[in-house]
């Protein structure tokens, strides 16, 4: 079994940072990409940022460009995503996710951590 696990959600004024981390632990895997999604409650899960360990390359929601980083340890298969200036509209689970294989869908899972974002 792998299992993937968030941290460091929280409440948070607007305009204010927090730094999520996700670490996989279990089964041994090696991993193609991995992301972060977020759903608000009403609305369908989102992409949010991702990163293809081969070359490191980056990719982001053009809503949260310029203000969200994603990083991350291939060769601990942990990720991690920094978030300044937030607002309240990114208030959302935020899940992080692995993809195994090259445009493969992501695999593996976590169950998620609270973001709130206050006005």
């Known amino acids: 079994q792998v299992q993937l696990v968030e941290s460091g959600g929280g409440l948070v004024q607007a305009g204010g940072s927090l730094r999520l981390s996700c670490a996989a632990s279990?089964?041994?895997?090696?991993?193609?990409?991995m992301g972060w999604f977020r759903q608000a409650p009403g609305t369908e899960r989102e992409f949010v940022a991702a990163i293809r360990w081969s070359g490191g390359r980056a990719y982001y929601a053009d809503s949260v460009k310029g203000r969200f980083t994603i990083s991350g340890d291939n060769a601990k298969n942990t990720v991690y995503l920094r978030m300044n200036s937030l607002k309240p509209e990114d208030t959302a689970v935020y899940y992080c996710?692995?993809?195994?294989?090259?445009?493969?869908?992501?695999?593996?899972w976590g169950q998620g951590t609270q973001v709130t974002v206050s006005s």
């Open positions: 279990g089964r041994t895997f090696s991993s193609y990409a």
């Open positions: 996710a692995a993809a195994t294989v090259a445009g493969g869908e992501y695999k593996y």
